[in-house]
């Protein structure tokens, strides 16, 4: 099992920032992947970014050049630093973890609240 505890949504205005972190305790192997989901009300779930333990990064098309995921694997925490938001970023985002292995399973946080006002 592995827990996931995340921090840092709210309120902010349209052009504004945001850093998400999440930290991770449990069953964690040497390679996994961590990441950031998110979903809108009446949207399914989709990706925002992910970041493997080696650094190797992965974006969604609509936040390159916004927002920059990284990750202190001492500490076994992602970061998410959301620059110039926009009002359509509004959504409940989700930390994500999956251990290295063809039997691992995903797990989830439990969500936080980022809502940008125009």
């Known amino acids: 099992q592995v827990q996931l505890v995340e921090s840092g949504g709210g309120l902010v205005e349209a052009g504004g920032s945001l850093r998400l972190s999440c930290a991770a305790s449990g069953s964690i192997f040497s390679i996994n992947t961590m990441g950031w989901y998110r979903q809108a009300p009446g949207n399914q779930r989709e990706l925002v970014a992910t970041?493997?333990?080696?650094?190797?990064?992965n974006y969604a098309d609509f936040v390159k050049g916004r927002f920059t995921i990284s990750r202190d694997n001492a500490k076994n925490t992602v970061y998410l630093q959301m620059n110039n938001l926009k009002p359509e970023d509004t959504a409940v985002y989700y930390c994500?973890?999956?251990?290295?292995?063809?039997?691992?399973?995903?797990?989830w946080g439990q969500g936080t609240q980022v809502t940008v006002s125009s």
């Open positions: 970041i493997t333990g080696t650094n190797g990064r």
């Open positions: 994500y973890f999956k251990n290295l292995g063809a039997y691992s399973v995903p797990y």
